[in-house]
């Protein structure tokens, strides 16, 4: 996978989709077309408000085969290290912003027999490009969208009278839920699963899936960790030997871009493996927070995703 | 030519999945022994909720299979006639169906073929290798397989080039890669060896 490459792009439409979302539609300044994607790819926001930078990961919900913009939709997240904030109130129409290529953790697996999609709140973003997908290739799938309420929840209707009885939806204030061991019961041999939505949907889709017996190379799921916050520390950066500091609320990859080193990366979500970096000496305590290495290779201490995982100890030297 | 190749299909072994709910085993001439040794390691009701397609293929295990009591044993007299029983089992079973395949390398190159054409990743299928090595070897020339293949080189059955077998393997195909050995000097053919007895 080669190192995505940065677009220019100019906000074309900023629509208030709920009061926490907002749709923003991006288009090339140039006339130089936007690279293809497939549905369930996402690209990295690049955004620069003074002394401010934000590097957030958003999944493209447009058509892929509307090759004129990119549409993303940014939750505005309380509590959150401001990121989303800035873009949300930062961006508007007009405004030009950098983004990267798309990339796709999360393809459509077209091999299978029939596709359930399961979406959480916000977690419908990718679902909206996959579902555009596979409905043009006249596939078999079906949709189901928990929400909050019908308020927040973003795109539910527009989805249902586009693809009607293949999208189902649940709120959670009238106390509707997905009853997810029936659906997945009988489903034929060769369905594919996809989940995106909040951490615990997430486990919990996977668990009820492994638990009814699905094989994990038939369930799909996407989960971008936000960096999480902590205490700060310092890292030394063995061959650029630099000593950097990483602030409570910034990753090391944001603390190593500011000082002007630029990594690889892809996700910034702890999810695809791009920014792993070599651990060369640490005295103290690795939080892994990412989703990528294994169990046994957090254990080891021998390697950390500088996207969203943080250090608590004396030293830590990393071989960037 | 030795050399690892990526494509070479690796056969973990089988071991039983705790949460399938219904065992869907494909066995063929001393694979069945491989599935008699799973029965030692899985719980006790594990064969009431497996059905299994045998293909005895000159062996004589099907008592033993029988002993199992699985819930279906279907005895076929060759793979194409276990593939055929298999696409049909395909057509209606339903997730929580755990495939496992056990036999020679051809055969279990055509169970996953069958489970690939219905959306199954080959990685959820549990293999495990037994019996004859031998292999099943398209020409790159002609595209006709050549199945029982046991020596490197061989004669294609399809155009009569002589095949140098290579490890390059393809799923699509469920067979391996046989190149020309002598385009070249024609009839510089090195000696036969028998490599998958």
Redesign the interface.
Known sequence: MSAPTEIRVRVAEAEAVTPAIKRLKLVPLTSTPLPDFSGGAHTVVHYTDGPRHVRNPYSLMGSPFDPSAYQISVLRVPDSRGGSALIHDGVHEGTEITITSPINLFPI?R????HILIAGGIGITPFMAMTAQLDREGADFQLHYAMRDRASGAYWKLLKSIYGHRVHTYFDDTNETLALTRL?????????LYVCGPAGMIDWVLKTA?????????VHFERFAAPPPGKPFQVALARSKRTIDVAPRESVLEAIEAAGIEPQFLCRGGACGQCETAVLEADGTLHHNDHYLSDDEKASGKKMMICVSRFEGARLVLDL | MTAAMISRPVYPGLSPDQYAKTHLILCEGEGAAAVLDMAAKAPKEFFSRALILFCPAGTGYEPKLAALSPKSLWVLPTIATAMFRLRGVLATATMGTRVYAAGTEPFIGSVLQETLAVGIDHKSVFTEHRGSAKRRVQCVHCKGCTDDVTASPFTCTHCGLTLFVRDHYSRRLGAFQGVCVDAEVPGEVPPVEELYR
Do not use: K
């Not at chain 1, 009988?186 to 369905?191: A, D, F, V, Y």
């Open positions: 697996d091999r299978a027999r029939r997945l019961d009988g489903q034929p041999l060769g369905t594919h492994r638990e009814a017996g699905w094989p994990e190379e038939n």
